[in-house]
């Protein structure tokens, strides 16, 4: 076992009882009509069925018998178009429904939708009922997804090379394409349509111009026409200053009338490849990308301009908001000081791309102060599934908690219960024009995402992205069983491993609202000390600000009133040091070390602890992960039990270089029950990445 097949295992169930149900609930397959992604839809009922029930699930044709699993639309099945099923008329084209009923006198489950990709993605459910051994004699399930753009964003270079990833090389092989189709790249779609992913970023935000180049973009052809029949549409990003680099004009001018015609043909020499082409994501005018400022234009008129070009062809412009200018006071306040005077000046087809926290993939951070704040925009959401700041390839944390806590954060934008799940979804704005984007952490290693606990977060953001009702544990819990076993004693407390791990990794890097202390460039490891870089946000002194009498940044009405940015409710909580959430103290404010917290210890006593608490967590999800060696393969189980020795020697790496550094401020002891950092400050100021004490 090497995980490659992540949550569609489809392994023969070995609960005979259980067995037995679903054999006589399930008789045969009946699908009535053929296109690409019906085709599929039998293929994955029929790989699936025959996994999990032991083979021997017949494809039916003809009329309907006891236990038949019909599968189709009212326009391809006249079966089904007979039975008036409740909650067609209620889906949108992605939805689908599943139901218990009967089918010309014969008991029958019916998978239905209006649509074939419908269809398949209640093939995808169906079997992941079965997968977590779900009842199925009774269902009435009616569902759609709640954000139509459910996309991921791939940081991947032309050279294979993948920022920020850490699972291998990039799976596009731009050398081999169009001519050489590896056929990971179906089991890709795959993975994907089993969640409801409908839409992929190919290349890096850091854009290269060469992929709008005639022969790349044969390659990305060749891609889009084997996703197509998955229901997952490609897009690409846009070097914003493309005109010049591979068009040989002189400016990439957003109101130059040839920059504009030159966008014009490039988008339609795509569309005549691609007719169903998503459209660009871009990232302007931030670290050092062109983009529309180098010429004195505005974020709405650069994205404007890229908007008219794809409008004709029903595409559309995700823009990213994440964008720092070497000015401004606080990076916090940054992307809303630059987008929100901007508010209604977007075309209709183009959507801001908001990360879920205003500074960067932290750990943790407050909801960006966007959401909310710019009501006449199509806001999504951009989360980073691959875990730049959370360990990266090696420690374990799930992060469907993290994205839960952005999606449930309440904005107020429209007054209480103005989530910002219901920003993103549009049903706050009735905006129609959605989307949610995850940085993906796929690569070319055999588990896929670099350890196969990482494959939950793929999953995760999957799911999320389908229901953001769907909750972390609900969404665990179905990952485990899909992708180890329905045993209990191995779901239970694997699960609750995986629910209190991210946590464990905010109290070991950066706990009560600490943030950005991890090593240069690499961000890996802690290296809080950072200072003296070339711009002041960019050391990590500048955010968390530890002097002799505290630390924390006080971002109040006294500070950089970065509080002033969300709306009044959320603001007076922020600006209140005693109101402030624990978990955002320090983020918000410069807080004595002898501040005492809702534990009743002083902060550097609080400090010492969190930082101890997070190794501890590690230390037991060693042991939990000992106590279940034999109850899954050998292979996955040593991997796991691995990197999750990495994770504890880090964590306590992360412990001890913190505190021996935040202690030269406070002047405080280690109280005597925690350990001592084995090693002097200078000694973790002196490990040069990748090199962990003790490694
Ligand atoms: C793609 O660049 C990344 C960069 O590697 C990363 O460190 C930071 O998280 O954000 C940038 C961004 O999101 O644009």
Redesign the pocket.
């Known amino acids: 076992e090497d995980g490659y097949d992540l949550w569609l295992r489809y392994q023969p169930i070995t609960d005979t009882e259980a067995l037995e149900t679903y054999r006589d609930a399930i008789s045969g397959v009946l699908i009535e009509s053929e296109s690409p992604t019906l085709d599929i839809a039998r293929e994955e009922i029929s790989r699936g069925l025959n996994g999990l029930l032991g083979g021997n699930v017949p494809m039916l044709s003809g009329a309907p018998e006891d236990g038949a699993l019909i599968i189709g639309t009212p326009q391809g099945s006249e079966m089904i178009a007979e039975l008036d099923l409740e909650g067609l008329d209620q889906i949108n084209d992605d939805g689908f429904v599943i139901h218990s009923t009967s089918v010309r006198g014969e008991p029958a489950t019916v998978i239905a939708a209006n649509t074939d990709q419908g269809v398949l993605y209640g093939v995808y459910h169906f079997l992941r009922l079965i997968q977590t051994q779900q009842p199925i004699d009774d269902l009435a399930l009616v569902q759609s997804p709640r954000i139509e753009r459910r996309v991921l964003n791939h ?1 991947d270079n032309l050279d294979r090379t993948v ?2 990833g850490y699972a291998g090389f990039s799976l596009w092989e731009w050398h081999k394409l169009p001519d050489y189709l590896n056929p990971r790249y179906i089991d890709y779609a795959r993975a994907n349509a089993s969640l409801g992913i409908n839409g992929t970023v190919l290349t ?3 854009a290269d111009a060469t992929v709008l180049m005639p022969r790349y973009l044969d390659k990305v052809k060749a891609l889009a026409d084997l996703f197509r029949p998955y229901g997952i549409r490609v897009y690409l990003t846009a070097r914003f200053s493309a005109p010049m680099e591979i068009g040989g004009l002189e400016t990439a001018d957003p109101l130059d009338p040839d920059v504009r015609a030159w966008w014009q043909s490039k988008v339609d020499e795509i569309y005549e490849r691609i007719p169903d082409f998503g459209g660009f994501l871009v ?1 302007a005018n ?2 050092g990308q062109p983009g529309p400022g180098d010429y004195d234009r505005s974020h709405a008129e650069g994205a404007n301009m890229l908007a008219d070009a794809v409008a004709p062809h029903d595409g559309i412009i995700m823009w ?1 908001a ?1 964008v720092y200018s070497p000015v401004a006071d606080d990076r916090h306040k940054q992307a809303y000081d630059e987008f929100v005077p901007l508010d209604g000046d977007f075309h209709d087809n183009v959507l801001v791309q908001v ?1 879920n926290g205003p500074i ?2 932290q750990p943790r951070e407050p909801f960006n102060p966007l959401f909310g704040a710019m009501p006449s925009t199509s806001l999504m959401m ?1 989360f ?1 599934i691959t875990k ?2 959370l360990g990266q390839g090696t420690h374990l944390a799930y992060l469907a908690p993290l994205f839960k806590e952005a999606l449930d954060a309440d904005t107020y934008a429209q007054g209480e219960g103005s989530t910002v799940a219901k920003v993103i979804d549009g049903s706050l704005s009735g905006d129609t024009l959605t989307a949610i984007a995850g ?1 993906a952490n796929t690569g070319t290693d055999r588990n896929w995402t670099g350890s196969h606990f990482n494959q939950a977060n793929w999953y995760a953001y999957g799911r999320l992205a389908w229901n953001h009702d769907l909750s972390a544990e609900a969404i665990a819990d179905e990952w485990v069983r899909m992708t180890y076993t329905n045993d209990p004693d191995f779901v239970e407390p694997v699960k609750a491993m995986m629910m209190g791990s991210r946590e464990a990794v905010v109290d070991y890097m950066t706990p009560l609202g600490l943030h950005h202390l991890m090593g240069e460039s690499h ?1 890996y490891g802690p290296a809080p000390w950072i200072a003296d870089r070339e711009r002041e946000d960019w050391t990590n002194v500048y955010y968390h600000r530890a002097t002799r009498d505290g630390v924390g940044f006080d971002r109040t009405s006294e500070g950089t009133n970065a509080v002033g940015q969300y709306a009044p409710p959320v603001q007076e909580m922020f600006e209140d040091v005693d109101r402030t959430p624990e978990k955002y103290l320090l983020w918000f404010h410069h807080v004595p070390w002898d501040h005492e917290v809702s534990s009743g210890r002083t902060l550097w006593d609080e400090l010492v602890y969190r930082y101890n608490r997070g190794v501890e967590y590690v230390r037991d999800m060693r042991d939990t992960w000992a106590s279940l060696e034999g109850m899954i393969d050998e292979q996955r189980y040593r991997d796991t039990e691995a990197y999750l020795e990495i994770q504890e020697k880090e964590a306590i790496w992360w412990r001890d270089a913190s505190l021996s550094y935040f202690q030269t401020f406070s002047g405080q002891e280690i109280p005597e029950e925690y350990e001592l950092p084995a090693h002097t400050l200078e000694y973790y100021q002196s490990l040069k990445f990748p090199f962990a004490p003790g490694i």
Do not use: A, I, L
């Open positions: 940081w920022e920020r890096n935000v850091n990232k931030s670290e990213r994440f990360k960067d993939f951009e980073q730049e700041y940085v961000h």
